[in-house]
């Protein structure tokens, strides 16, 4: 739960603010998971703060990521090397355009502060705008480094340097990439980890 706490401050992700009387205030909760490799050993204990989204009114519209299958299979077919990588936090990177309000996580009430709540500068999971966030940030990030965008799905991005060919595909809070060059895909995650807080998850399985 520490940890959890630790990124979304080093995100700056909220700001205390005394309770708005005109704001829908959102509430938040706990939520934790066994992480499990391969054989269904667990290998970490996580938690992740999660906002009660379903409070939200509607109106973000979401788009479904079938992308992977494409991309795995243009893979195989080329004999490309796929890896994984996750962005710690990932929700966390995405900042809001819109003002939204929630509730501190139970347990954690700063003292003398226990009637304020947190502004959000940036959307933690479960908040309906946090994909969107997200997608819009690191879209930006990949046209920055010479990305273009597929053209049978948004979620893919293409860059082509001579014979030389790197896709990533976003899927959800993964990075799924590979390359005809391993050098490349080294050059792009060294600068992906400059940009962003990430954990190498090695070769695709």
């Given at each position: 739960m520490n940890e959890e706490l630790d990124q979304i401050e080093k995100n700056d992700t909220w700001?205390?603010?005394?309770?708005?009387?005109?704001?829908?205030?959102?509430?938040?909760?706990?939520?934790?998971?066994?992480?499990?490799?391969?054989?269904?050993?667990?290998?970490?204990?996580?938690?992740?703060l999660v906002c009660k989204g379903y409070a939200q009114v509607e109106g973000i519209n979401f788009e479904e990521m079938e992308a992977?299958?494409?991309?795995?299979?243009?893979?195989?077919?080329?004999?490309?090397?796929?890896?994984?990588?996750?962005?710690?936090?990932?929700?966390?990177?995405?900042?809001?355009?819109?003002?939204?309000?929630?509730?501190?996580?139970?347990g954690f009430l700063l003292i003398d502060k226990e009637n304020y709540v947190c502004r959000l500068n940036k959307a933690p999971y479960g908040l309906k705008q946090a994909p969107r966030a997200w997608y819009d940030h690191?879209?930006?990030?990949?046209?920055?480094?010479?990305?273009?965008?597929?053209?049978?799905?948004?979620?893919?991005?293409v860059k082509v340097d001579q014979d030389k060919l790197i896709i990533i595909e976003v899927y959800v809070d993964y990075i799924v990439f590979g390359s005809n060059d391993d050098r490349l895909s080294k050059d792009c995650v060294r600068k992906m980890k400059i940009e962003f807080e990430m954990s190498m998850l090695d070769e695709l399985t």
């Open positions: 700001e205390l603010v005394p309770w708005p009387k005109d704001k829908n205030v959102i509430g938040t909760k706990l939520v934790f998971k066994n992480k499990l490799n391969e054989d269904r050993h667990v290998t970490r204990n996580k938690a992740r992977i299958k494409m991309f795995l299979a243009y893979a195989c077919l080329r004999k490309i090397n796929v890896y994984q990588m996750d962005v710690k936090s990932t929700f966390l990177n995405g900042e809001l355009e819109e003002e939204v309000c929630t509730e501190q996580p139970k690191f879209d930006r990030y990949l046209h920055q480094q010479g990305f273009k965008k597929g053209s049978a799905d948004n979620n893919i991005y």
